[in-house]
């Protein structure tokens, strides 16, 4: 075999940190025009849907695509919307609902970094169409899920080891922040803290790579300009930083309330909503729609409305009932199956809240505090630490944000204590709080972090009811299985039988005819969701045949775990230190 092989090229590949500077690359180069193309979605839907570029700064204003329905249109975008993505994503990809980050943390942490290439494309349309049509939820959510699928993309085609995969979907979930933003290290650092959730030098510098990459491709494109273009930032006396400091710790109680409000309006919906879930957006966004028509500012992300804010266009009292609404919104476009992230309204209603604040302090102790946009960029920061306990990304994303060093001090003293206030009011933060409702806890270790599903293979042939003893047995030898699981006339799962009772059967004469279910038993099934700690027990106790894995509902066959795959999953085998060699 020769040095330029594919073969050669995937050794390469997981044996040199070098070879991986090329998929990094593409990774990122694919994600900066994938956070491209989603934003001229989300801006083609809008203006579709709403007949408006961005319709949270045009007020009640009528769609001239239907100017009989006046401002009550907005009763009807959300319900188009959702009748249109709501099947979409329940036929081709249910992973594309809700926020996408925690389900790049959880393919990370429990899926090798396995994502399938269809999430990508299913969660764009979805995503653009939810927010085109109101959807009161950010679109970095989506392109972070999305560059991950680009990611995982790449190292299943590359055949990379788990370990560089989750590098590679690390790489994608940079690139769109990066672009998304035009904010590479916020990229970087998100990528770090959150998706890989680890800080080692070799990772940071393929992320930092793909970053950079996906920042260059936004930039050409979309264009070198700040997100907020602030006036220079003025800390105020030295009295100012206990301001900063309060504001911190109201932040990190709004960010906890916000992850409970979020989390609590889903289940009301789940407890509400009986009928298919392809056609629960359309119809709770009948619901979303009641709360555009009063409070239009909430239509999709919302960014005008944040920058307006910022700069102290609204009173304090309306700026308190746009965090409100906010928070609702947002969390009702989750609760009804939408599909957008909840980063950018972390930062939406942080705005609200430090602007509020601002303006408050200003009035009650003018020669003290500054100025209220400064209170306003680190609210932006501190809520979203408060939410998503990621301290240095939210540093670093309001300093790219606003290119205001002067910022930086003030605002790590509010990020330090929102993340402490968060941390003691809560175990989990916005996005680790879906995934423990899962049961599903990152924070675990060793068997209990691997699912059942990692060790599982496929299952041996399965036996049809009324097969014979005879049949049977030339099936278990031919397959060279010790138990053969039985399936019911529906293909459900019915016990399984095992070479041991065959064997015993036909020695004691009974008819080669007799169905194999009068032999049948039934060993403990387990749940592919299950975690091998809770299986490793139960796989101890059988009789070396393995046991049966089936789906959440227990009707279907779904994998087989044995001693030998469990074993393989705690203890993979060591790999060649050279397998190039190899001719």
Not at 252 to 280: I, M, T
């Amino acid at each position: 075999m020769g040095p330029f092989s594919a073969e050669g090229a995937r050794d390469a590949l997981n044996r040199t940190q070098a070879a991986m500077l090329l998929p990094a690359i593409l990774v990122g180069a694919g994600s900066g025009l994938g956070a491209v193309g989603l934003r001229w979605l989300i801006e083609v839907f809008t203006r579709a849907l709403s007949g408006h570029d961005d319709y949270s700064s045009a007020g009640h204003a009528d769609n001239p695509y239907v100017p009989w329905l006046g401002p009550y249109f907005v009763l009807l975008a959300p319900v188009v919307a959702g009748a249109l993505y709501g099947p979409l994503v329940y036929r081709y990809a249910k992973e594309a609902r809700g926020h996408g980050v925690p389900e790049v943390m959880y393919a990370v942490a429990r899926q090798g970094g396995r994502i399938p290439p269809r999430v990508a494309v299913v969660k764009s349309l979805a995503s653009a169409l939810c927010i085109g049509g109101g959807g009161s939820v950010g679109r970095e959510g989506p392109i972070v899920q999305i560059g991950a699928a680009l990611g995982s993309t790449a190292g299943a085609l590359l055949r990379v080891r788990e370990e560089r995969m989750r590098l590679l979907v690390a790489c994608g979930s940079a690139g769109g922040i990066a672009a998304t933003f035009n904010a590479p290290l916020a990229g970087v650092f998100f990528a770090m803290e959150l998706i890989l959730r680890d800080f080692t030098a070799r990772a940071f510098g393929l992320v930092a790579v793909s970053a950079v990459t996906a920042s260059v491709i936004g930039r050409e494109i979309l264009g070198d300009e700040r997100f907020l273009d602030l006036a220079p930032v003025n800390a105020g006396h030295l009295a100012a930083y206990a301001l900063y400091v309060l504001l911190g710790a109201v932040a990190g109680v709004v960010g906890v309330l916000f992850s409970k409000v979020l989390y609590g309006v889903e289940d009301l919906c789940d407890s509400v909503w009986h009928g298919p879930e392809w056609l629960r957006p359309a119809a709770g966004g009948i619901v979303l729609g009641a709360i555009l028509l009063a409070l239009p500012e909430m239509y999709g992300v919302g960014y005008p409305v944040l920058g307006k804010a910022a700069v102290g266009g609204y009173a304090i009292g309306f700026l308190l009932v746009l965090l409100v609404g906010k928070i609702l919104a947002c969390s009702v476009t989750i609760g009804i199956g939408g599909s957008g992230g909840v980063f950018a309204p972390s930062l939406f209603v942080g705005a609200m809240l430090g602007s509020a604040f601002g303006q408050t302090m200003d009035q009650l102790a003018p020669g003290v505090t500054g100025s209220a946009m400064t209170y306003a960029v680190i609210g932006m920061g501190a809520v979203f630490a408060g939410s998503a306990r990621a301290p240095i990304t939210a540093v670093v994303i309001i300093y790219e944000l606003t290119g205001e060093y002067g910022i930086i001090l003030p605002l790590m003293a509010a990020v330090a204590v929102a993340t402490g206030v968060s941390h003691a009011l809560s175990r989990d933060t916005v996005y680790t709080a879906k995934l423990r409702r899962r049961g599903v806890d990152l924070d675990l270790t060793g068997p209990a972090a691997i699912e059942v599903r990692t060790a599982m293979g496929p299952p041996p042939p399965a036996l049809a009811s009324g097969t014979g003893l005879r049949e049977a047995m030339t099936v278990m030898i031919e397959a060279g299985a010790g138990r053969l699981p039985l399936v019911d006339r529906h293909g459900h799962y019915a016990g399984s039988v095992g070479a041991p009772a065959l064997s015993r059967a036909m020695h004691a004469g009974l008819s080669e005819d007799t169905p194999v279910e009068a032999l049948r038993d039934h060993p403990p099934a387990l749940l592919a969701g299950q975690s091998l700690q809770e299986a490793l027990p139960l796989l101890a106790e059988s009789e070396g045949d393995g046991l049966p894995v089936l789906d959440e509902e227990r009707l279907h066959l779904v994998g087989w775990v044995s001693h030998r795959s469990a074993l393989q999953t705690l203890h993979p085998p060591a790999e060649s230190e050279d397998r190039s060699a190899r001719s």
